[in-house]
């Protein structure tokens, strides 16, 4: 079957799910990068080098910011003369978007957040989680090709063979963008929740430490605030000993206690490290379903019976204000820092 990948980026630089379809394409034979962008031979070059075989390169101005009309378009326009069995994104929001784009131009369906994938023959069968991930489904397309969005870190990504080529083929930008892109603003620096293999996230109990004594003059919420951001302190430090990103449940984040980009749940990032620690988060359906995934999870939570230890591999019942320092205080030991 004739497999396409499409490598998502931002300003040229690859997001590591696109590698990681790269590596899962190639289980399956050739494997056709697809990268869109402009000034992006750099990008194509470590498309070859990841395993791709094929570079189908779409480099112009028009394409320095990413816009989901001309993307789609070009996309369609190759894929309709191209005709591949299946074309595989990561689940980004763009790879998202432009999926089902591609999938309406090319009268077809989308299989969305897929975790794994067989192929029987020439019919693809993934499974991908249902019911805010409680269930895992099997499910095929009735049409073609197929269209499938990977979950991020649900595969492997491949090591990358410096030096390796491929053949690079020029195509056409198609269609017309109808909005534009008036600039960028920076986030918060930091790992990113996408691509960590350790995540530490705090939930609305690090803000109940009644030892501490917010300044004089804050209303009732205010002094909620600075205490909750007291205790994100002190997750930032644990996430800093461990070289991790910095979650949140949602409660922490309508509290106003951090910004949503740290959100981790159905409404927030779906995330898959290799060690989540949960600390003074209960654990709702709508948090489960965006870090159960994960390799191994840690739970800490003054109530026993909260629904986070269900899914915990440890689970430790106390004050996370005692449990948490003591937790950085023994990594720091144990990685000499």
Known sequence: MKTWVYIDHFQGQAIPASWEAVGLGKTLGAVTALVFGS???ALAKSACEYGADEVLLADDASLADFRAET???????AAAAGTPGLLLFPTTTRGRELAA???IDLKTGVLVDVTALEAKGEEIVVTRPVYAGKIMTKETCSTRPYV???RGRAFAKPAPQAGKTGAVTRIEVRGEALTS????ARGESGVSLADANVIVSGGRGISNNPALTPPAGLDEKAAEIWKAQ???AMVNELASVLGAAVGASRAAVDAGYIPYAHQVGQ???VVSPNLYIACGISGAIQHQAGMRNSKVIVAV???AEAPIFKLARFGMVGDVWQIVPALTAAFKKKLGK
């Open 71 to 77: 993307y789609a378009s070009t996309l369609s326009a």
């Open 39 to 41: 000034g992006v031979e």
């Open 301 to 303: 939570n003054k109530d």
């Open 181 to 184: 892109v008036e600039g960028y």
């Open 101 to 103: 784009m591609a999938a």
């Open 230 to 232: 007291q205790g994100f």
């Open 267 to 269: 409404t927030g990032k």
């Open 148 to 150: 499938i969005t990977l």
